[in-house]
């Protein structure tokens, strides 16, 4: 494996509280946490064993400049706290350097918070079978990967690894944290979604949808924590080759996805391993992202 990869962070100076698809989660103390973005990837729900050159490095870099950029908006979960101070192991701490967050410790909310610009996915499947998406009914006669009039709000619950997100309504979002809180998270959700958006286009990239999370602070502030606005938490298309009527290549795993369904793998675990040159060319889309956005 290469020097510029990590698969697990793989710290014992803290204890670990959580491992992810793509993030390792470690205690600090009663008010940080340690965040490591690994570079794992998951595709169809199954964790890869071959990782992305340097993709945990780019997807911090990408979501640190997006929470300053949009800091005005709303608090965030980045902390004062040093790294050094945080991390008393010096190998530790050097080895997991460039793709470290120490964050705030917040209550997350059981939601993840969708924003949709254009039609693609599983809300232009949700607009053939029904002319609405996620229960908002749509104008007629819109067609594959369009924009939509205006971004919607379509939220999911959050489900744990190897299990799927199911969409939800507001309605039911309102059910499960509280009518306030449900509208201030929508209200936020497509306001920095617009503003990025319109941001990004200016750099030559299309935001068609992105996931937001949000956590509450001892106070009940809402403030957005995970990552914000990356390769995996969007969809991201290249202004100069889009067109509406086809899916547009994506900033992303897309790649990936590609190669394995030419595979004889029945998308369960374990997953094959992927040959270095599909990893090279996924950790350059990434890069290009991060190089697009933030030069």
Same mark, same amino acid.
């Given at each position: ?6 698969l ?30 690994t ?20 997807? +911090? ?9 949009? /800091?005005?908006?709303?608090?965030? &979960?980045?902390? =004062?706290? %040093? !790294? ?9 701490r ?18 993840e ?12 499947k ?7 998406v ?9 067609g ?22 199911? +969409? ?9 944290? /509280?009518?306030?809180?449900?509208t &201030?998270?929508? =209200?936020? %959700? !497509?306001q ?18 992105t996931?937001?999370e ?7 502030t ?6 914000v606005?990356?390769p ?10 889009y ?41 350059d ?11």
């Amino acid at each position: 494996m290469s020097i510029n990869t990590l698969l697990h962070a793989n710290i014992t100076s803290l204890p670990l509280l959580h491992s992810g698809k793509v993030r390792d989660m470690y205690e600090i103390d009663d008010k940080h946490l340690l965040i490591v973005t690994t570079d794992r990837l998951s595709a169809f729900d199954v964790i890869l064993p071959t990782p992305v050159p340097q993709k945990g490095e780019i997807l +911090n870099q990408v979501s640190d400049f997006w929470f300053h950029k949009l /800091g005005h908006i709303i608090p965030n &979960q980045m902390s =004062d706290l %040093s !790294l050094d101070n945080a991390m008393s192991n010096a190998e530790e701490r050097e080895r997991v350097r460039s793709r470290a967050l120490v964050v705030k410790r917040l209550k997350p909310l059981p939601i993840e918070a969708i924003v949709r610009g254009y039609l693609i996915g599983s809300g232009w499947k949700d607009y053939q079978k029904s002319g609405a998406v996620c229960s908002i009914p749509l104008p007629d006669g819109l067609g594959l990967a369009d924009q939509l009039p205006e971004p919607i709000f379509t939220p999911s619950t959050k489900a744990a690894v190897g299990e799927h997100d199911e +969409n939800i309504n507001f309605e039911r979002m309102c059910d499960t944290i /509280g009518t306030d809180l449900a509208t &201030q998270v929508r =209200d936020v %959700s !497509l306001q920095l979604y617009k503003e990025a958006a319109a941001y990004a286009l200016r750099k030559g990239i299309i935001i068609a949808d992105t996931k937001f999370e949000f956590g509450l602070d001892d106070n009940g502030t809402l403030t957005l924590i995970d990552e914000v606005l990356t390769p995996d938490s969007s969809r991201f298309w290249d202004v100069s080759t889009y067109q509406p009527g086809i899916s547009p290549p994506s900033f992303d795993k897309q790649i990936i996805r590609d190669w394995l369904e030419t595979q004889d793998w029945n998308k369960q675990e374990p997953a094959p391993e992927v040959d270095a040159d599909i990893m090279q060319k996924t950790a350059d889309k990434y890069r290009e992202a991060l190089i697009r956005l933030t030069q």
